[in-house]
C-alpha cells in the first residue's frame, strides 16, 4: 500500500487532536459529575474521570500500580501497533492499527498528565446506562472492530504447494 504512513499518520492526528479538544473543551465548560441532556432517555454529556481501563477494570487498585499498570501497557501496545502498521500492506489494517494506536495514545496523555482518564459520553435507555467513554474510546472500539472484520471476511491466498494445478498428478 502506498503511503501507508501518510495514511496512518492522519487518521493517529485526526483522532488525536479531536479527543484532546473533546476533552479539553470537557474539562473546561463542564464541572465534574455534572450532566448535560442532548437527547432525554439516550444520551447525556457527562463529566466523569475513569482511574481504571475499560469498564472501570483496576480502577479500585492503589493509584501507583495503575498508573505503571496502565502506562507500560499503553506503551507496549503503541510499540506493538507499531510493528504491525510497518509490516502491513493492507489498508484496512492499517486504519484499524491506526485507529487502535490513536486511542491508545490519547488515554494515554490522560493517564501521564491525570493518572485517570477523561470520559464524557454517555449512552443509556431508560435505567440502563453503557458506561461513559471518550473519543479515544471510540476509535479503539472502531479499530478493533475494523480488525475483526478484517479478520473474519478476508480471503486468505492459496498455499503454496496446494494449488489445484499443482495437486493433480499428470500421466
Known amino acids: 500500500m502506498k503511503n501507508k504512513y501518510l495514511w496512518g499518520g492522519s487518521i493517529i492526528g485526526v483522532v488525536l ?3 484532546q479538544l473533546s476533552k479539553y473543551l470537557i474539562e473546561t465548560r463542564v464541572r465534574l459529575y455534572e450532566i448535560i441532556t442532548v437527547i432525554p432517555g ?3 454529556i457527562t ?3 475513569n482511574k481504571g481501563a475499560a469498564f472501570s477494570l483496576f480502577a ?3 493509584g501507583a500500580f ?3 499498570f496502565f502506562i507500560s501497557v499503553s506503551l507496549v501496545a503503541i510499540g506493538v501497533i507499531a510493528v504491525l502498521i510497518k509490516k502491513t500492506r493492507e489498508r484496512l489494517l492499517v486504519v484499524s492499527f491506526s485507529l487502535i494506536a ?3 495514545v490519547g488515554n494515554l496523555i490522560d493517564r501521564v498528565r491525570y493518572g485517570e482518564v477523561v470520559d464524557f459520553i454517555q449512552w443509556y435507555i431508560e435505567s440502563w ?3 461513559s467513554f471518550n473519543v479515544a474510546d471510540s476509535a479503539i472500539s472502531i479499530g478493533v472492530c475494523l480488525l475483526a472484520i478484517d479478520m473474519l471476511f478476508r480471503k486468505s491466498p492459496p498455499e503454496e504447494g496446494n ?3 499443482q495437486m493433480t498428478n499428470p500421466k
Open 42 to 44: 439516550f444520551f447525556n
Open 47 to 49: 463529566h466523569v474521570r
Open 129 to 131: 446506562y453503557w458506561p
Open 163 to 165: 494449488s489445484k494445478s
Open 17 to 19: 487532536v479531536l479527543d
Open 66 to 68: 495503575r498508573s505503571v
Open 60 to 62: 479500585g487498585a492503589p
Open 102 to 104: 490513536s486511542g491508545a
